[in-house]
């Protein structure tokens, strides 16, 4: 096999990687439909929905070794004599195990997407409790007040948001896409990444201190609908 087909490959592992996560991102959204449409008692397929997120943050995790070993393996190899591409194989199927052996359950729970999973079922669980049948369209009107409030523009990219991720430190919002790829840059140059909010005094912001909103994220979706109908 060449090294262009194995990147060839990877590229395609990465397309399905952001196909799962976009999944977890429906997975959460029918989570929440479930959590505020509960009456008094927890809907069991509210469990069942957290286990496949788990599943899905668990696939996740092991696609980012598998592409870190390949990689890591296939430019060890690079340097070497041609009969080295015969042991890629072994080398990288030893390492993978060596890493996903190592994964946690409290590592999985820590994923992103599961912490936004859950924070997202607390969220629409109390709203639910909340809410009641006579003040309805009340709450209706107060949802449309906020989402005309909330600012639904990302700092970096001066557009709509799409996947809004929170920072937990400052409390800031960011599309993710925009955000990752700073920090990513930053930390290429061997530096701190600051929040671009102006006037925050949050001069490091790590991608294990942002959170998604899916909270935020339903809102902007709903008022792109809402757009559109008008």
Do not use: W
Not at 81 to 103: H, I
Not at 159 to 176: G, Q
Not at 206 to 225: C, G, N, P, T, Y
């Amino acid at each position: 096999m060449s090294f262009s087909a194995v990147h060839g490959t990877l590229s395609s592992l990465k397309l399905c990687q952001t196909d799962i996560l976009t999944g977890m991102n429906i997975v959460t959204d029918v989570a929440m439909d479930l959590a505020e449409a509960q009456d008094g008692e927890v809907n069991p397929g509210i469990k069942e929905l957290e286990t496949m997120i788990i599943e899905c943050a668990k696939l996740d995790r092991e696609i980012n070794y598998f592409v870190d070993v390949v990689q890591q393996v296939t430019s060890e190899v690079a340097t070497q004599p041609p009969e080295a591409m015969f042991s890629l194989s072994a080398k990288v199927k030893e390492q993978f195990a060596e890493k996903t052996a190592r994964l946690s359950d409290a590592e999985l729970h820590r994923h992103q997407k599961v912490v936004a999973f859950k924070d997202s079922i607390t969220n629409s669980s109390n709203q639910a409790n909340q809410v009641s049948t006579e003040n309805m369209e009340e709450v209706d009107e107060d949802i449309t007040v906020t989402q005309s409030q909330v600012n639904f523009t990302c700092p970096l990219t001066q557009v709509e948001m799409v996947n809004p991720l929170k920072n937990k430190k400052c409390n800031h919002h960011y599309d993710e896409v925009a955000i990752l790829n700073l920090i990513k840059t930053k930390h290429s140059q061997k530096k701190k990444c600051r929040c671009p909010v102006v006037g925050c005094g949050n001069s490091d912001v790590k991608e294990s201190d942002l959170v998604l909103d899916q909270m935020l994220r339903r809102k902007i979706q709903s008022q792109k609908r809402q757009g559109n109908r008008t």
